[in-house]
């Protein structure tokens, strides 16, 4: 006996690929409906080898259906997520909308999936931003080990973080800076993309930092632990999909880096490619399409006491989103509603 799944926003880059996972995993579904906004009416979406036709989230009845994928931002999460949840479907959203909620569980399944059981408060549960989502993959095992005090971060984002459009004018600058006549100004993002990088993700908040770098550091402390100490700096970059992050952490207790790339080698979820050599270590474009998060060139921070820096790519569209969504529905269903 398997689930009868909703999948909200489809048509988009995170819902199509959530359908497109939930087949891959082979995920016991009995019935699933594909919903898109009325302007998406009736466009056909794939899952496996079936083909399905999106029907309307604004009259869509989920009474009876066990759970819902919500991918349609955080303005439309606010009107049909409470809707979901009142019917008894429980909403697993993809938004920022509810993941600070203290009532609504943050949910990354290899760091902190006992956290599930508190979707009953609201029928809610959040998955968090995809920078977070790789990274707290990284820190965990890590933690576990050393106890972390304290991580630097940077990233490298690509587009695809900020939807279709993102990606559409990355194509379209880089296509325009061989052809002169052709001007593609920045319009989802501040400055040019193509050929550029750019040191600005979400709004500005009064502190000086971006209101994505924020979240590293509250959904880190939500997921993982409230003591460590965070700070972040968050960068656009001109790749199409796969977020990178370089990582320094600082320990409470030495940790060699040898045993530290025994310890990720051995952790759910991570593939470990470290080799000191030319092209020893994996870039975004290698992991696009791959389950994994990847970590590379592992090594000790000789300028503190206990600290490692390393390498960190996923693909956002996966782990950071759709795959991260769909492992938290198959935590839901082993744990909780435990039909498949």
């Known amino acids: 006996m398997g689930y009868k799944v909703v999948v909200a926003g489809a048509t988009g880059n995170v819902g199509r690929e959530m359908l497109n996972i939930l087949a891959e995993r082979e995920f016991p579904v009995d019935e ?11 466009t056909e979406v794939s899952f496996g080898d079936r083909t399905l036709k999106t ?40 938004s920022s909308l509810y993941r600070y909620d203290p009532d609504v569980p943050l949910i990354v399944p290899e760091v ?8 009953s408060k ?17 820190l965990k095992p890590l933690h576990d080990r050393a106890r972390i005090k304290r991580v630097v971060v940077s990233t490298y984002q690509s587009v695809s973080g900020a939807g279709k459009e993102g990606m559409d004018e ?17 319009k989802k993002f501040t400055k040019q993309i193509a050929f550029n990088v750019i040191p600005h ?34 960068v656009r970059v001109p790749v199409f999909v796969g977020h990178s992050e370089a990582i320094n952490i600082e320990f409470e207790d030495h940790l060699d880096e040898a045993e ?8 759910p979820g991570i593939m470990v490619i470290d080799k000191r050599e ?26 503190i006491d206990n600290g490692i820096n390393l390498w960190c790519v996923s693909d956002n569209l996966r782990k950071g989103a759709a795959l991260n969504a769909v492992q938290i529905a198959e935590v839901l269903g082993q744990r909780v509603l435990k039909k498949g």
């Open 170 to 186: 990355l194509w379209d600058q880089t296509k325009a800076v061989y052809n002169p006549t052709d001007d593609k100004p920045a």
């Open 201 to 234: 993700i979400d709004v500005f908040l009064e502190d000086g930092q971006t209101k994505e770098e924020w979240k590293m550091v509250a959904e880190t402390k939500k997921i993982l632990d409230p003591k460590i100490k965070l700070t972040a700096t968050c």
């Open 278 to 303: 030319n092209g020893g270590y994996v870039t975004p474009i290698e992991c696009v399409g791959d389950y994994a998060t990847f970590i590379s060139r592992i090594r000790q921070d000789p300028t």
């Open 55 to 94: 029907q309307d989230l604004d009259t869509f009845d989920f009474t009876g259906w066990d759970m819902a994928l919500f991918a349609i931002g955080s303005d439309a999460t606010k009107t049909y997520a409470p809707k979901a949840a009142k019917a008894g479907c429980v909403v697993i959203d993809n």
């Open 32 to 42: 699933i409906a594909a919903l898109a906004s009325r302007r998406s009416l009736g």
């Open 260 to 267: 530290a790339r025994d310890i990720l080698r051995e952790s």
């Open 112 to 119: 902190n999936a006992d956290a599930v059981m508190g979707y």
């Open 122 to 138: 609201k029928n809610i549960i959040a998955n968090p931003n995809c920078s977070t989502a790789q990274m707290v993959v990284a």
